[in-house]
């Protein structure tokens, strides 16, 4: 019943009217701008049957905390409006309403880095959308634009869950959607509604996550596994470090990144030291130095040699820093990025 949103949308609107007639503007302003959420929480056998709901009032997090000391409050009077809104409702009755932090989805850009963009993705997301309003609107023609519809839908549904963001669009494919407007929307103004509703939680979400730029790789990492969770969790640090303790990690994190990566590519046999000693499993810099000296040779590459190595000793004196600001340690994730796409574009990882 409630939790039917052809059959919700009424009673808000009685509710936010009965708000304003009764100088509530707070009050009305709070339900407008949160997202709501109607559960079945009970039931009742009893004269026919009941079924008894939940009103989730989810606000942003800013606006909640201004709110919380009067929560109880708050909720106790907007119930009672939806009490007067659905008293001629007989088997479905709103017992509960909850006021709660909406939860914060933070979106690390730095995942989809190499196959599209956040700008990208927000247009293929805008255009899945209209396409889906205008051939349920006497617009395009489903024969025409569901081949392009469905690839684009699998390339957005792929970049969401990168983003770990659900794809709330279950219509793969433009004659499902045709299947479930021409049985349940008789109205073109229907049809638009439910897509604008169904992609809003998600459109918002993508569009007020800052992009981030500061890692971006341009290597193919499908089988340096190591070195890509290193660097999703040098992402995620890198979002959360405020102090110079948790700087301090990103350089070690991103030392241990290096040290992995001329694991990943140093071959003794292949690559011996410029000093004739025997090179460590642990010692990166001797090792990437070996591996730029041989697979940089030549007086055509030594501009490209020159810069490897100063990339190489940037990071490597950042990463063993002892004190840490934020900007030393965006440095010297930089840095390892610089230096994992220099040697991933070397091994042919493009």
Not at 23 to 48: I, K, M, R
Request: hydrophobic share 35%; with cysteine; proline share 2%.
């Amino acid at each position: 019943m409630f939790d039917n949103q052809d059959n919700f949308r009424p009673i808000l609107y009685t509710v936010s009217e009965i708000l304003k007639a009764d100088n509530l503007a707070e009050l009305n302003n709070l339900l407008s701008s949160a997202n709501l959420t109607v559960e079945q929480t009970g039931h009742d056998n009893w004269n026919g049957g009941i079924d008894y709901f939940t009103l989730f009032v989810s606000l942003e997090v800013k606006v909640f905390v201004k709110v919380r000391d009067r929560i109880q409050q708050l909720e106790t009077t907007l119930l009672q409006k939806f009490d007067i809104a659905t008293r001629h409702i007989d088997h479905a009755q709103i017992t509960s309403i909850l006021i709660v932090p909406k939860a914060q989805q933070n979106i690390d850009w730095g995942k989809i880095n190499g196959s599209t963009t956040k700008e990208t993705l927000l247009k293929e997301v805008e255009s899945l959308k209209n396409t889906m309003i205008s051939v349920s609107t006497g617009g395009q023609r489903i024969q025409e634009v569901n081949d392009a519809y469905k690839v684009k839908f699998v390339a957005v549904d792929k970049a969401l869950q990168k983003l770990n963001c659900k794809n709330p669009n279950p219509y793969q494919d433009l004659w499902e959607w045709y299947a479930k407007w021409s049985t349940t929307f008789s109205k073109y103004h229907e049809r638009r509604l439910f897509i604008t509703e169904m992609y809003d939680t998600l459109m918002r979400a993508l569009t007020e996550s800052p992009s981030q730029n500061s890692l971006n790789i341009t290597v193919d990492l499908s089988d340096w596994e190591r070195i890509e969770r290193a660097i999703n969790e040098i992402r995620v640090r890198q979002l959360d470090a405020k102090t110079e303790e948790q700087f301090q990690v990103i350089g070690l994190l991103s030392r241990e990144t290096i040290i992995t990566l001329a694991q990943a590519v140093f071959n003794k046999e292949k690559h011996p030291s410029t000093d004739g000693t025997d090179i460590s499993k642990t010692d990166a810099k001797r090792m990437l130095e070996a591996y730029i000296n041989v697979e940089f040779a030549g007086s055509s590459n030594e501009t490209l040699r020159r810069y490897a190595k100063a990339t190489l000793d940037l990071a490597n004196e950042l990463t063993h820093k002892r004190t840490a600001s934020k900007k030393d340690a965006s440095l010297c994730a930089s840095a390892t990025i610089s230096i994992i796409n220099l040697i991933g574009t070397i091994e042919g990882r493009i």
